[in-house]
């Protein structure tokens, strides 16, 4: 049975082709919301839109855009909003992951090009686009555990995820005055293929199995388990519904315990 409270309202999120993306659109569609989803792989969208129509979104409008161009993002924005109407909210979930090493192969410019820069773009392009007020709006970001602290060889995972804290904070702060609120949540190890990459990565370092590396990476979360993507969307479904009202500017962890700050 459908919860009814996005009915009629707008939402775009990106990266919903997998993983928290998918399962924060799916939640949002069995709300009754409209979906608006990009992402890379146009493949993976057409799944969770023919998902979440099941789940019982209002409409669901996909679009494969890489938000590291800005031209596309802004296109992909404009065309949702006059297809499905202003934006009730946006969660900024398309990132990438993994190491980066200093050299000529360093993917650092990538890392924050498509963490940063791409959440930037998507968030303005959504303001332009916002339902008028005075009810609020709202703007989500998924940042990570490791915007809390540092990671070898993760220089630019690290950066970018720590950048999009400040950048939640003054937007939210800029967007105050209109009711919008601007959040970031930050996941410790969620069970992705994200996640899944980094155990292996830690495996072959250690020279141990996948289960081993699992092991001790878990060592390190006080719960002793990864988190599901389908717990990250009920924290987006608490900010976005009623319950979050006067929540902004916060990042926002769900971890297991590995972080508290």
Known sequence: ????????????????????????????????????????????????????????????????????????????????????????GVVANAGVGGPNDPGPDDRFDDLVQTNLVGTYSTLRAVQRHLAPGPDPRHMVVISSILGRFGVPGYTGYCASKSALLGLVRALAMELAGDHVQVNAICPGWVETEMAWEGIDGMAAAMGTTREQAFAEAMKAVPLGRMGQPTEIAGVVAWLVGPDGRGVTGQGIDVNGGAWMG
Do not use: K, W, Y
């Open 1 to 88: 049975m459908t919860d009814s409270r996005h009915a009629g309202h707008h939402f775009l999120v990106t990266g919903a082709g997998t993983g928290i993306g998918r399962a924060i659109a799916l939640r949002l569609a069995a709300e009754g919301a409209a979906l608006s989803l990009l992402a890379r792989n146009p493949d993976r969208l057409r799944d969770t839109a023919d998902q979440a129509a099941e789940a019982g979104a209002a409409s669901v409008l996909v679009t494969a855009c890489d938000v590291r161009d800005r031209d596309l993002v802004d296109r992909a924005v404009d065309a949702a909003a006059a297809a499905q109407g202003p934006f009730f």
